[in-house]
């Protein structure tokens, strides 16, 4: 099953790093599929113990050294703004030969960032920059869940510095955790199609809470379709205001598009245009039964 002496899945070093509530899902799933030591860091010492009391860590770090000179596979679940630091103050720690790869949400900043710091290293390490598509609106190691990654996606970056085999081993640890498809793309192209499927939708939501003018008491009279197009304005404003400015450019390309879109049914309305509100319902509802 695996090529270059690579060990099984099982018998697997894990470290996570940050045991929020996508690094305790990570650490949930890994643990479910067999691997037998999952080692997690995070600067909170509380969250380490409950990791380790609910038994999805085999031992938790404040201090990195340690878990990272063991871990055949280093999984970062940090924010975009603090994993350049994280990287280059632990760059010697890694083991030679490790995987490690990252969660986060943009990918052309961080690997502008952190590539310079891998040419120059000497350690063997591959790092495969990765994306789950899949998250929940709860915060902390309490709301981890692994069931979140049950018949989601995952993006992972195309980059010939990859080797084939590691590439091979975490696209079959990421279908084993559930994810029902591996995608492979270019850091541009992730950036594009994250802005318009993940940011925008999220901006959307949140400017459709915010323009509550609380004239009535709103939540008497909302139905489904209203609490599911703003299930995600439950956000959380550290990460999502990284996100966001990490890659502004396409996502105002985005939000632009839609604009133009909304423009469309806001000039029917206007002019009491039947015929182009049909028309674009018609056209949503092909889309839409697509999806899925």
């Not at 063991?70 to 280059?88: C, E």
């Not at 709860?138 to 992972?156: C, T």
């Not at 915010?210 to 299930?231: A, E, M």
């Not at 439950?234 to 450019?249: R, Y």
């Amino acid at each position: 099953m695996m090529k270059n002496n690579l060990k099984k899945i099982e018998d697997l070093t894990v470290t996570i790093v940050g045991l929020g509530v996508i690094g305790g899902g990570f650490a949930q799933s890994l643990k479910n599929i067999g691997v037998k030591t999952i080692y997690g860091i995070d600067i909170d010492e509380g969250t380490l113990r409950k990791a380790e009391e609910k038994k999805i860590i085999t031992e938790g770090f404040v201090k990195t050294k340690d878990p990272l000179k063991k871990s055949d596979l280093v999984v970062v679940t940090l924010y975009p703004n603090i994993v350049k630091s994280f990287f280059v103050n632990n760059i010697e720690n890694f083991k030679d030969g490790a995987i490690i790869t990252d969660v986060i949400g943009i990918k052309g900043k961080i690997i502008e960032e952190i590539d310079p710091f891998i040419e120059k290293s000497e350690k063997k390490i591959d790092f495969i920059f990765g994306h789950p598509m899949a998250g929940r609106e709860k915060r902390g190691i309490d709301f981890a869940d692994s069931r979140v990654f049950q018949n989601a996606n995952y993006i992972l970056i195309k980059d010939k510095k990859n080797k084939k085999e590691n590439l091979d081993l975490l696209s079959e640890i990421i279908k084993k955790m559930g994810f029902k498809s591996v995608s492979f793309l270019t850091a541009k192209e992730h950036d594009e199609i994250i802005a318009f499927t993940s940011q925008l939708t999220h901006a959307i939501a949140v400017s459709l809470v915010n323009s509550d003018n609380q004239k009535y008491d709103t939540n008497r009279f909302i139905g489904d379709s209203f609490r599911d197009l703003t299930r995600i304005a439950k956000i959380n404003e550290d990460l999502w205001s990284e996100l966001f400015l990490g890659n502004k450019e396409n996502l105002l390309k985005m939000i632009q598009q839609f604009e133009n879109e909304l423009d469309i049914i806001k000039n029917a309305l206007k002019n009491d245009d039947i015929g182009t509100l049909k028309e674009q319902f018609i056209i949503s509802t092909r889309r839409r039964e697509k999806i899925d």
